[in-house]
């Protein structure tokens, strides 16, 4: 029998999308920024009538999307823009932070000041695309990284001192927007994708499972009057395959796995302003100029030629198209079940969803696990429903449908049911388990994913990054999302390493057996090794040393070999999966006891380490010749006597061919390197860094605005200019004579090893020498070249190449594990930005996804007159607080003037505004204001002068 229960309801909001476009787009929202909005009525919060606040009744949204930064929403912006066009739907855009550590190709402008300047471009581009709704967390933008848990430690680290997680920000903006779908980005370690990216797709994904949970975060709940909601689908941003152009794009494209579910929007529908969507879109990006992105090329002008925005579904609770359907090729596809209600589908509300509890998603070759289909009726019945399982090929579910009868609204009902493999089921396939939805009120379709093991397995170990991911989709429970990183094992060409196998017992049996590793040519590993016996469900690692044979084998990106690990039982039974080795390159760093001249001429004798390929690209557009870009680097290391003093040094001779200089930067600007030609030292003195907040990193512009060379680090142990950060460090450039006709140049270093993050492990030290080329003015870089070259190499330390320090001995007093990194921590609050005050006046939502200030602490503007040279503005006050005040001008996006009061008493009060001489105070500037109330909630007001 089906199992009831009653379920709290999350109502749909009784408003259609359908048919709403044609009038938004006549009004020329689709290009509007947010706008001064009108006084809003009063609340429990405690606005009063003629005030224009934060307090009234918040936005309610459609759909939200969740980045990292300004500008990750950007290649979406055709498929919001072309629903809100078709639907009305509404969207909106949670952005973690503003992107301060980023790049600024058209200033010099770091920290708070870049951040303002990134939302104020998110803004305007966003606003091609019809949405309206931005909402920044005010977490910063440390640097590149590929590391998740990098990303929480900085994002959380201000938690001790009780500020709330930025999950529990997520999940207040999503009750209080109510958006039915999440949009996000993938939480992947994937190789080069960005630490920050990942952390946000994961607090879209947990913000999907928590916000309708009332015991998660229940003071948003009893204290501020929020109330639970689940939106119906989460989706990742992007498709795991090979894409397809034209308008069939949504069907033409090629998934890597099959069982996922992706939907395509078409780029090449007409926008109202008779150009493609995908125009528009280009439009938008090129509206973050201090990201470079201005200089994009137009997209081709036949619509043909353009691709879809893809969208893949992580988790959904209401029902789907069916894969494959016509419907199921629409534009509105993702929304379907959310937000659109199809032909012959179940009312808005329905919720329908495929469980598969814990590891049950997992199954032998013949082999069964219970899987669980759950129906829920929203505001309308769903009479005489019934469930039917679409088992893959050759699979077998007892029952196959089952009677589910009448469903009363706000009633969940769950039947289960056990799902039987085929016996010739191919381990390390993945299957799509659906389940049909038929009721007298229409029906539906859901999915869930399902893996082929064998009983007993033998996996390369995970990186621990993957490993620390794979164990989070376990726990948030998202199955699709595990398994979905390769897993890798790097050596060095010519050397060895163990490689550890983890061996599992799926198996109802103790097991014991053997596991082999089949290497290709050009490796030999050890014979096979022996495991167990191993209890059911135990795992065990077994380490198989390989090593690689061949000197001459390619490395770097053209070195990824595959690797088949075999593990057979102690009764015959074998199983197999595949992994890949990673070969880097390898170099010995000799000793010399004549230390460097560094003044960019290499004397003979004066660098004899070996002469290493530098001119490999990992990103970018490929080299013309030689001539055009290409490089040469020498290491070898010097210390004074013994090397116990300390002073030991490694030495660099770097010899960059370049045909065109980039942009010359002033040394003020030196920090963000990739902009323009220049060189980047990595170093990972210990061989096993995780990311690279462990690591030594060192920039060099060969030239500045004012003449000589600069440095700094970055993205490392330790940020900021090189004078501050890297003490004792020498660096020299020779620049070539430009009547040769070459922008080449030569870069001597020496760094004290003493500034490293840790002693140096003279066996496994980590090296990558990368060089970046910019053949323009505009503060973009085109070619990233380098020793050990794989995409977004210098966030993956472990893949940069091996050197061996021949005849080192580290001091003593060298620390083994890594000294603490100083990691940036100051990054733009919304209260400092003027948008992200007017944002919170235009729809009602707190700061920041901070809670509100309550009816007992809040302040406002009353109104704002200007006088002689100073602008007045009138507050009333219920409690202590600071108020920051803004005159904001509108038109040219920049603030005219501030102020920071401290309010101690309730009542009424003036202030003055000091205007800079000069300042014109027009028609587009008002004043904003952000209360801190002195418990910590804060209120936006504004008010326009008069």
């Not at 894409?243 to 939907?263: E, K, L, M």
């Not at 030991?648 to 030609?677: M, S």
């Not at 083994?816 to 003027?834: C, F, M, N, Q, Y």
């Not at 309010?903 to 505004?913: A, E, H, K, L, Y």
Request: aromatic share 4%; net charge negative.
């Amino acid at each position: 029998m089906p199992g009831r229960r009653p379920t709290p309801r999350t109502p749909r909001r009784g408003r259609s999308v359908a048919g709403a476009a044609a009038a938004v787009l006549a009004a020329g929202l689709l290009a509007a920024t947010p706008a001064a909005a009108g006084g809003y009525p009063p609340s429990g919060r405690g606005a009063p009538p003629d005030a224009t606040t934060s307090a009234g009744a918040p936005v309610d949204l459609d759909v939200m999307f969740v980045g990292a930064h300004p500008d990750d929403e950007a290649s979406l912006l055709s498929t919001l823009g072309q629903w809100r066009e078709d639907l009305g739907v509404r969207s909106g855009v949670i952005t973690v932070t503003r992107g301060e550590g980023g790049g600024n190709a058209v200033g010099t402008e770091e920290g708070p000041e870049l951040g303002l300047l990134r939302e104020v471009e998110e803004r305007r581009a966003v606003g091609l695309g019809g949405v309206e709704n931005i909402y920044n967390l005010d977490e910063v933008d440390f640097y590149y990284t590929v590391s998740a848990p990098l990303t929480q430690e900085v994002w959380s680290g201000d938690e001790a001192e009780g500020a709330e997680s930025v999950l529990e920000k997520v999940v207040r903006v999503v009750r209080t927007t109510r958006p039915e779908v999440l949009v996000t980005m993938d939480p992947a370690p994937s190789p080069g994708n960005h630490g920050h990216h990942q952390e946000a797709a994961r607090l879209a994904m947990e913000a999907y499972r928590l916000a309708g949970d009332p015991s998660v975060f229940p003071d948003q709940i009893t204290e501020e009057g929020l109330e639970p909601f689940s939106p119906g689908r989460v989706l990742q941003r992007g498709l795991r395959g090979t894409p397809a152009t034209g308008p069939s794009c949504s069907t033409g494209a090629t998934q890597t796995d099959p069982s996922q579910t992706v939907y395509g929007v078409w780029a090449g529908r007409t926008a109202p302003d008779g150009r493609t969507w995908g125009a528009v879109e280009r439009d938008a990006q090129r509206q973050y100029v201090s990201q470079g992105w201005g200089v994009f090329p137009d997209v081709p002008a036949d619509p043909d030629a353009l691709g879809c925005d893809y969208l893949t579904e992580v988790a959904a609770r209401v029902p789907s198209a069916v894969p494959g359907s016509d419907a199921a090729a629409r534009p509105d596809a993702a929304l379907q079940g959310a937000l659109v209600r199809g032909e012959d589908a179940a009312p808005l509300g329905t919720g329908l969803e495929v469980r598969a509890e814990g590891d049950a998603w997992r199954v032998v070759p013949g082999g069964t696990t219970e899987v669980s289909v759950a129906v829920r009726a929203g505001e309308e019945p769903l009479p005489a429903a019934s469930v039917t399982l679409d088992q893959p090929a050759g699979w077998t579910a007892a029952p196959a449908t089952t009677e589910v009868g009448d469903v009363a609204p706000g009633e969940e009902v769950v039947v289960a049911a056990t799902l039987t493999a085929p016996a010739d089921a191919v381990a390390g396939t993945r299957v799509r388990l659906g389940a049909g939805l038929t009721s007298g009120a229409g029906g539906g379709y859901a999915a869930q994913v399902l893996a082929v093991v064998a009983p007993v397995r033998g996996e390369v170990a995970p990186l621990p990054q993957v490993a620390e991911a794979e164990a989070w989709a376990a726990e948030v429970g998202l199955p699709w999302l595990q398994g979905s990183v390769r897993r890798v094992a790097t050596l060095p060409v010519g050397g060895s390493e163990v490689v550890d196998v983890v061996v599992t017992n799926a198996d109802d049996e103790p097991q014991q057996g053997s596991v082999a590793l089949d290497v290709p040519e050009g490796f030999t590993a050890e014979d096979a090794v022996g495991f167990g016996p191993l209890a059911p469900g135990e795992q065990a690692v077994v380490p198989v040393t390989v090593t690689s044979t061949d000197p001459a084998a390619p490395t770097s990106a053209d070195g990824q070999y595959p690797l088949v690990v075999t593990t057979t039982t102690a009764d015959g039974r074998t199983g197999t999966t595949t992994a890949a080795l990673e070969l880097v390159p390898a170099t010995t760093v000799p000793r010399t006891d004549v230390p460097a001249v560094v003044d960019g001429v290499a004397e003979e004798g004066e660098h004899p380490g070996e002469v290493l390929d530098v001119s490999r690209v990992w990103e970018g557009t490929a080299c013309a010749s030689a001539a055009d870009c290409s490089a040469t680097a020498q290491v070898s290391w010097h210390a004074p006597g013994d090397g116990s003093s300390g002073d030991d040094v490694l030495q660099l001779l770097v010899r960059v061919e370049d045909d065109v200089r980039g942009t010359v930067l002033p040394a003020a600007d030196c920090k963000r390197h990739w902009r323009t030609d220049s060189v980047e030292i990595a170093v990972d003195p210990r061989g096993d860094a995780e990311n690279t907040a462990s690591t030594f990193k060192l920039a060099v512009l060969p030239t500045t605005v004012e003449g000589d060379p600069c440095f700094s680090r970055d993205a490392d142990n330790r940020q900021g200019p090189g004078e501050e950060t890297a003490p004792g460090t020498e660096v020299a450039v020779v620049l070539d004579d430009p009547s040769t006709g070459s922008a080449g140049y030569t870069l001597e270093a020496s760094i004290p090893m003493a500034l490293l993050p840790a002693a140096v492990d003279p066996a496994e030290m980590g090296l990558d020498v990368l060089v970046y080329d910019s053949d323009t003015q505009d503060r973009t870089g085109q070619t990233r070249l380098g020793w050990s070259t794989w995409p977004g190499v210098q966030g993956d330390p472990y893949r940069w190449g091996r050197a061996t320090l021949e005849g080192y001995v580290a001091p003593a007093d060298r620390p083994v594990e890594p000294v603490a990194p100083e990691l940036p921590r100051t990054g733009l609050r919304s209260v400092d930005s003027p948008p992200s005050i007017a944002q919170a006046v235009q729809d009602d939502v707190a700061l920041a996804g901070g809670e509100a200030a309550t009816a007992r602490e809040a302040a406002w503007l009353t109104g704002a007159r200007v006088r002689r040279d100073a602008v007045v503005a009138s507050v009333r006050a219920r409690g202590p607080g600071e108020l920051r005040l803004w005159v904001w001008d509108d038109e040219a996006a920049e603030v005219v003037a501030s102020r920071v009061v401290e309010i101690s008493r309730s009542g009424p009060s003036r202030w003055w505004v000091d205007l800079p001489e000069g300042a014109d105070v027009g028609a587009s500037t008002r004043v904003l204001a952000a209360w801190t109330a002195a418990g910590g909630g804060t209120l936006a007001s504004e008010a326009p002068l008069r």
